[in-house]
């Protein structure tokens, strides 16, 4: 037996290697600081090509309207639920293409991942609801979480359109003075948003800088939609499967009328009328809270993933490159937390639903 | 409240588009993931289910086949002692009839023997009584021919007895 021969170096590079990947990332640390907010404020003496400077970001909550189409405006959102849509298709149409037996690994992936939550599914819901509810879980969870992780692209929030639009006339033009590398310019703000004024064809007009693509979780609108849905498909269920017992849950007042009538026959029962009126009031509630489980999916998806979005944006420009990282990998790590809580509580509420309170209580 | 939504960016038609692109998306994915791979999980947990009901026949099976042959083999070893017994019991007895009959065989010639020899004997006595008896005759001949005292005569049957003898040396 001969000694295996030791390999000298360290993380699997030889020292040589090792020294310059070092040096590398030194510098592109240095550097991205230096060009960052932070080291802008820091050192103003040192000029940096401007191409490396990193504007200050301007998050803003309302997707912006790209284009109109057929009449409809069409937002960056939209572009990018789109673009999760069409990625989705895509994959499911190549793993479910040639199923095989035996899975390749793309297909073994996506069984597992499939598979995974159809055993959550039947876990929480049951072997023949799961079944049922699965889709449209599935669904919610795929979109929400591709709609996460897709948004952290390169590409997204980076690519603008301009566009060049008449000032309005009531708008409130300022100046800028010379800053840096920046030469003195005039601002208009329109809606919240500033907008730098530009000279063409000897007319002054404001130059609209949009994001083509934006994270479609991050638009109020997807989040509410998905909710919307889900608030539908948990009621389509309970009436489905419950009928009238599904809407008695939160109109109860039976008891209570019931109990007025045996009033007037003489049989007066303070304490039924109560459990009644309680029995109308918790109803109230449960109705009350349907509508309020909307606006919670909604707020909770909603600021998440733009507050994510905003810590990636503020930590680029703070210190470039570098710092933001980090924050990728947790954004993904959220992002995939925030589809499993969407789908799952949906799917809670469904289970909820289809299962009959009586059946409970006895 | 009146700014509160223009500010989140509500928007009826694109929340409208976005339930429709879910929708279409929930559609779409029913038909090419969901339903072949739900297809698929249970076509193998059904063929896992039939090769593990497979495998446990096939166990039952081979350890009744080694039932099987370990009775056939307890069997044959069985029959085998048997045989074997029988086989020494068969050669003691032939042993012992050989033995036997060699005795038996034995006496025989023995006995035979002793019938030849008696024979031979009783052969040779009566030979020698008759060539005595020749002799007899032959001396008494000779005594007859000369008077003889009974020294003479004694000499005579001695002498002819002498004679005999070294004439049956002859």
């Not at chain 1, 504007?55 to 960056?76: D, K, M, S, V, Y």
């Not at chain 1, 208009?188 to 500033?194: G, L, N, Q």
């Not at chain 1, 609108?221 to 009621?235: G, K, Q, Y």
Request: with cysteine; net charge neutral.
């Amino acid at each position: 037996m001969t000694e295996p021969r030791k390999r000298s170096g360290c993380l699997g590079c030889s020292f040589p290697v090792l020294i310059i990947i070092v040096v590398v990332f030194l510098g592109i640390v240095v550097i991205g600081f230096l060009a960052g907010g932070i080291g802008q404020k820091m050192f103003p003496g040192v000029s940096l090509p401007s191409w490396l400077i990193v504007p200050r970001p301007e998050p803003h909550l309302p997707a912006p309207q790209l284009f109109h189409l057929f009449g409809l405006p069409i937002t960056n959102s939209m572009l990018a639920g789109w673009l999760t849509l069409v990625f989705l298709v895509v994959i499911g149409w190549a793993v479910t293409r040639r199923m095989k037996l035996i899975p390749g690994r793309l297909q073994a992936a996506f069984e597992f991942l499939l598979g995974w939550i159809y055993d959550l599914c039947k876990s929480i819901a049951g072997e023949e609801n799961g079944r049922r509810f699965f889709p449209v879980v599935c669904t919610i969870f795929l979109f929400v979480l591709f709609n996460a992780w897709l948004s952290l692209i390169p590409g997204f929030g980076s690519i603008e359109t301009i566009k060049y639009e008449g000032i309005p006339p009531e708008a409130q033009i300022s100046v800028v003075p010379a800053e840096g590398n920046q030469p003195e310019h005039k601002v208009v703000m329109v809606d919240d948003k500033e907008h730098e004024i530009v000279l063409i064809n000897g007319e002054e007009v404001m130059e609209i800088k949009e994001e083509l693509i934006r994270g479609a979780n991050t638009d109020v609108n997807t989040p509410l939609a998905i909710a919307f849905f889900s608030f539908v498909f948990v009621a389509f269920f309970g009436l489905k499967t419950l009928g009238m017992g599904w809407l008695k849950q939160y109109f109860n007042f039976g008891p209570f009328f019931r109990s007025i009538g045996r009033t007037f026959k003489g049989k007066f029962n303070l304490m039924d009328i109560f459990s009644g009126g309680i029995g109308i009031f918790v109803g109230g509630l449960e109705f009350l809270s349907m509508f309020i489980r909307v606006i919670s999916f909604t707020f909770r998806l909603f600021g998440n993933m733009t507050a994510g979005e905003i810590l990636l944006l503020i930590a680029a420009f703070l210190v470039p490159w570098v710092m933001a990282l980090p924050f990728y990998g947790l954004e993904l790590l959220i992002g995939f937390i925030q589809a499993l809580i969407f789908s799952l509580l949906t799917l809670v509420f469904v289970t909820m639903a289809v299962t009959s309170h009586s059946e409970e209580a006895h | 409240m009146e700014e509160l939504p223009l500010k989140l960016g509500i928007n009826l038609p694109v929340l409208i588009t976005q339930v429709v692109t879910f929708v279409i998306l929930l559609v779409i994915l029913r038909f090419v993931a969901y339903k072949p791979i739900m297809r698929m999980l249970d076509e193998r947990s059904k063929r896992v289910k039939d090769s593990m009901e497979q495998a446990e026949a096939v166990r039952q099976q081979s350890a009744r086949a080694e039932e099987e042959v370990r009775k056939q083999l307890e069997a044959a070893s069985r029959e085998g002692q048997e045989r074997i017994a029988r086989a020494v019991r068969a050669g003691e007895e032939v042993k012992q009839k050989a033995e036997e009959e060699a005795r038996k065989e034995a006496d025989a010639l023995v006995k035979r023997a002793r019938t030849a020899i008696q024979q031979e004997r009783d052969d040779a006595i009566s030979e020698v009584r008759r060539e005595f008896a020749d002799l007899t005759v032959l001396a008494a001949g000779k005594v007859i021919e000369r008077s003889l005292d009974k020294e003479q005569h004694r000499d005579i049957i001695e002498k002819v007895l002498e004679e005999s003898i070294t004439h049956k040396k002859d």
